[in-house]
């Protein structure tokens, strides 16, 4: 037999025998591990609930924003995502709003894009119908007809809207899919007439479904020409939002430059002054969202990691305790040939163990807890294995910083001394 | 060649101010085979000497050889090495693990002297089987009798095939006729072959050693060779299950 392998199997037979005694003195001080656990248990949970809650909203946006198309981005005046300050939030709303004209001429000019679409939200309101009506939160969306290619959008029954209903002003709508069910629960809606927040309008088509989309609304919306809403109800604060499906995927950064240039050309920005306004896809959308849900991860590891410390001491306490109790049990494993290592070894494994177990509770609840908020909202499940990686490793590094000083104390023991302790 | 060879060994403490003196000189040979004891009244040293010869502590001068091996300049790890393969304890206080199962509590050095799991299963189980417990592997220590414990330490001494097996007071905490039972297993022990180097301090228990060390103020103060005394022989036969 080799040294090395007669070395690997000693040490395999030592932590087989050491997690061992740990499980046992564990079990045995069953009230005292368990509060020692409790520390741990709270920090690791803290993290695992926020990182799977995090991640459950991370799949919900990413596969909800996945459906504006791959190849489309969107001009506005507000960024979609805002952690500015007040001076760049008002730097924002001295922004002259984006207006149907300037799409106008994006559309004639930017040669490059496939689609061109504009886009205002007006109303989020009820819609009745003789047959059914709704709850107060079906949002109402002003459209040209390029919206429906840049949105990916597809007609299940009727038609979109057209340049004439813009002409004309026209008093129809397109309705989403769920919206459709909702108020015609027994046929076609096509040629019916509903009542949108009270004003009536005549149904000509109906989308196809397609799961969530626009900010989780689902297919639970309505839209009516552009010019139609902006004539009822107005210009939003917000302003309107350019919406350009680029010819082709390679095409897409060129076709970007494009429009940017012939944004700034009609909103007159000066050489050399920054755009005022805000060109975002689907891509910057996510990256935003996930720098955004990194900063939340992060703030609680750190806080979530004061909590460890703080079980640490609390692990190292006990396991001090444990060093004195033992002592005896550490004289006679000396008497019978165990080396100042193996006692360490032993002390430092039971820290772990204790700490792991702690953990792994906390792992279970977080998973669980963070889960009970996904099917709440009804989203699917997640498992946050970067989270729980990151437990594992935590527990052991705290086991070790904090059981190596209880572990020094037994190994360094005088023999003689521990036999005779009473 | 001697087994144990102990060369003018002197073993002092520092006791705040004082120093304590106690071992002063003292040189001794044991045989391979041998069955000694050490005698002597509280504070001549024997404890300390107990110590040194097993390996748990060095001395302050002198020189100390035990199976061709100088102890007497040994490191910590050395010294527990030397434990783990040359020496067998047996305690008055018998110092089972009380979480592990007898089997388990004699395993114990095999596990430090890196056996793997099943010889080390298989080597505990024949030293229980050699000591009368063949039928309580699975017992903890608090199921078992005074005598049967100190039995499972003696397994514990000699699963390991140790040079000597060295035994404090292994009968002070026992019942007379518990006494007469594991002094027996001595004996019987002894007559197979291991060296046994008994500390203690009772008259009775030294008369059954073919030799008896007297210590006396950190000095060798009487070292006899004698016969065992009549009417011995009734109580070496057959081992009795307690």
Redesign the interface.
Known sequence: MTMRA?HV??WL??L??SVF?SL??IA?HKLRSTLTLLGVLIGVFSIIVVSTAMRVLEQNVERNLSQLGGSTFAVQKFPPVQFGNRRDWEKYWRRKDITLEQGKVVEEKATLAGAVGVEGRFWSGRVRTIYAKTGPAVALFGETPGSFAAHGWEIADGRILTTPDLDERAAVCVLGAALAKTIFPFGSAVGQPVKLNGIPYNVVGVLAPQGKSLGGLGDNFALIPLTTGLGRYGLRWSGLSILVEARSAIGYADCMEQVRDVLRGVRHVLPGQADDFEIFSNDTLIGQFKSFTLAVRIGVAVVSSLALLAAGVGIMNIMLVSVTERT??I????????????IAVQFIIEAIVLCEIGGAFGTLLGVAGGNILAWRMKLPPALPLGGIVLAVILCSVVGTIFGTYPALKAANLD??ES?RYE | MSLIRLENITRCYQMGEETIHALRGVSLEIERGEYVAIMGPSGSGKSTLM?LI?C??TPSSGGYELNGARVSEMD??EL??I???EIG?V?QTF?L?A?LNALRNVE??L????V??GERRRLAREALAQVGLADRLRHRPNQLSGGQRQRVAIA?ALV?RPAILLADEPTGNLDSKTGEEIMALFVELWRNGNTIIIVTHEEDVARRARRVIRLRDGGIAGDDRHKPASGERAVITPVAQT
């Open positions: 007669r199997r000693l037979g030592e087989r025998e005694m046992h003195a045995v005896r049990e004289g006679v494993r000396r008497a019978i040939g165990a080396r100042k290592r193996n023999p003689i036999l | 110590n097993g748990l502590d910590d790890n527990a090495a434990r783990n393969r304890f305690f110092n693990l979480r114990l050095p596990v430090y002297a890196g793997p799991s514990r390991n």
